[in-house]
């Protein structure tokens, strides 16, 4: 979305690395066919300085781990003191139980506006390929009340993303949406919806906001 030809969104990604390798992802594979390495510091400031005229929100991901970016938490800042809402997702096993608490206090004392926390198993896939594991409902749901219960201020969004749909069905993805939203998240990310009509059966359900992706191709990849 753009006003006046200038965005008022937009994603950084802090860097192409990652810490996971899972086979079908040019991280995992250490495989791209564009250019890798950490988003620097200045760069992150140059577009800031160009942007926060009419920039509200910014996405710091988009395939590698952002906090393997050493100065992850510092671009945040940089953001937040010219009012720029921050959102970034971290790979699951960031947000163990143990540490949840620790992360959540440390991201939103560094300007982060939300997170998004995931019910995949630590070794996660990406959400439109097939074999994912999930945690049990139970796990996620106390891993959403130990973030809620560690943030201190309200508005710092707890954004729950579920990959129930193609391993468990639809069913059993509305349950899980129903126990996250009762557990405190403010947003819920159903990954991987196959058409309109079931993302329109959860948007029926759902108490809350919800966060959608679009992509063209939903399915295993063919690789050669």
């Known amino acids: 979305m753009c006003i006046r030809d200038r965005p008022i969104s937009i994603s950084l990604e802090p860097t192409t690395s990652c810490n996971l390798s899972c086979p079908e992802c040019p991280s995992g594979l250490r495989a791209f066919s564009r250019p890798v390495g950490m988003l620097e510091p200045e760069l992150n400031k140059t577009v800031i300085d160009q942007l926060h005229k009419e920039l509200t929100y910014i996405t ?55 997170c998004h926390l995931e019910d995949q198993i630590a070794e996660k896939r990406c959400g439109h390929l097939d074999n994912k594991e999930l945690i049990s409902r139970d796990e996620m749901v106390k891993k959403i009340k130990e973030c809620v219960g560690s943030r201190k201020d309200k508005n710092f969004l707890i954004i729950a993303r579920t990959d129930a749909n193609t391993v468990e069905g639809l069913d059993k993805t509305i349950d899980r949406i129903k126990a996250y939203e009762d557990a405190g998240a403010d947003m819920i990310f159903p990954e991987a919806m196959k058409d309109e009509s079931e993302f329109e059966k959860v948007r029926k359900i759902s108490k809350g906001y919800l966060l959608a992706l679009s992509l063209i191709h939903i399915s295993e990849p063919t690789r050669q």
């Open 60 to 114: 710091y991901y988009f395939q590698g781990e952002p906090y393997l970016n050493k100065d992850f938490t510092e671009m945040v800042s940089y953001a937040t003191k010219h009012n720029i809402y921050t959102a970034t997702s971290t790979n699951a096993h960031y947000l163990t139980d143990a540490n949840c608490k620790k992360t959540i206090e440390e991201i939103e004392q560094k300007g982060l506006a939300g």
